[in-house]
């Protein structure tokens, strides 16, 4: 396999954000969805985005972006750090340059938790939900949801943890994980999880109240990671702790 991406002859080393595998300056990383994983490789490639350093996919000898269940990437310098609002700032200038991609095929086909969490947020189906582990504050908070009034578009889901800094370079983006929801859920979606699990400070959803239909973005995204919680095999009740207390900040706000 790494033949086929030109890095036979380097010694592959563990890199935890992803996770993938670099080789020199090239990154490995292992694919589940070889269609979703080709978009991932063909978005990225065309992408141009101000103040953002972004993986550039790389082909195999033979033309193609998977190979085995491998894709391969231009390493990206970095790491993660607790810079949430800059975060937020990269997930809407890469949404703003992205905003006419086309709603790919595989997405409506995706069965995964996050994509049956993601549609049971938005109260477009139906799960059971562990009481124990989120489905109950979920009930609780699902009442006050309303349908969001900013237009969907393809927007990265998953960006708290995966952004990479590298001191005062520009922030990394080295992977997309695609949902259709409006780019202020996608931010809202940063915000939570800063709150739940990155001691982020309550100011931070003050400072980015002027963003449209702000409050719904914040209960929707809220609701997608409670039901996250509640399908997800791993769940403990240690870390809906953190979701509850971004609740209480969001619910009080």
């Not at 978009?39 to 065309?46: F, K």
């Not at 101000?50 to 391969?72: E, F, K, N, T």
């Not at 994509?115 to 582990?133: C, F, I, K, Q, S």
């Not at 409670?226 to 009080?252: C, F, K, M, Y």
Request: glycine share 8%; with cysteine.
């Amino acid at each position: 396999m790494r033949a086929a991406f030109g890095a036979k002859d380097i010694e592959p080393e563990y890199v935890e954000v992803g996770p993938r595998w670099r080789c020199g300056d090239i990154a490995l990383r292992p694919v589940t969805n070889p269609a979703e994983a080709s978009w991932v490789a063909q978005t990225l490639g065309d992408l141009q985005v101000p103040d953002l350093r972004v993986a550039r996919p790389l082909r195999a000898s033979d033309g193609r972006w998977v190979v085995g269940g491998w894709a391969a990437f231009r390493f990206v310098e970095g790491r993660p750090e607790p810079r949430y609002d800059e975060i937020v700032s990269a997930s809407l200038r890469l949404h703003h340059a992205i905003g006419d991609l086309p709603v790919p095929r595989f997405l409506a086909a995706r069965a995964d938790v996050f994509a049956l969490a993601d549609r049971v947020a938005a109260g477009t189906d139906e799960a059971p939900l562990n009481p124990a582990l989120g489905g109950r504050l979920f009930d609780v908070l699902a009442g006050g949801r309303q349908p969001l009034r900013t237009r969907p578009q393809i927007v990265h889901g998953d960006l708290f943890g995966t952004v990479l800094f590298a001191g005062a370079a520009a922030p990394g983006i080295v992977d997309f994980t695609p949902y259709h929801r409006p780019p202020e859920w996608a931010a809202a979606v940063v915000v939570v999880d800063a709150l739940a699990w990155g001691g982020a400070d309550p100011g931070i959803l003050r400072r980015w109240a002027h963003l449209p239909d702000w409050s719904q973005a914040l209960l929707h995204a809220l609701l997608f990671r409670l039901a996250v919680h509640a399908l997800h095999p791993h769940s403990t009740e240690q870390s809906l702790r953190g979701l509850e207390r971004a609740a209480h900040r969001i619910t009080t706000l």
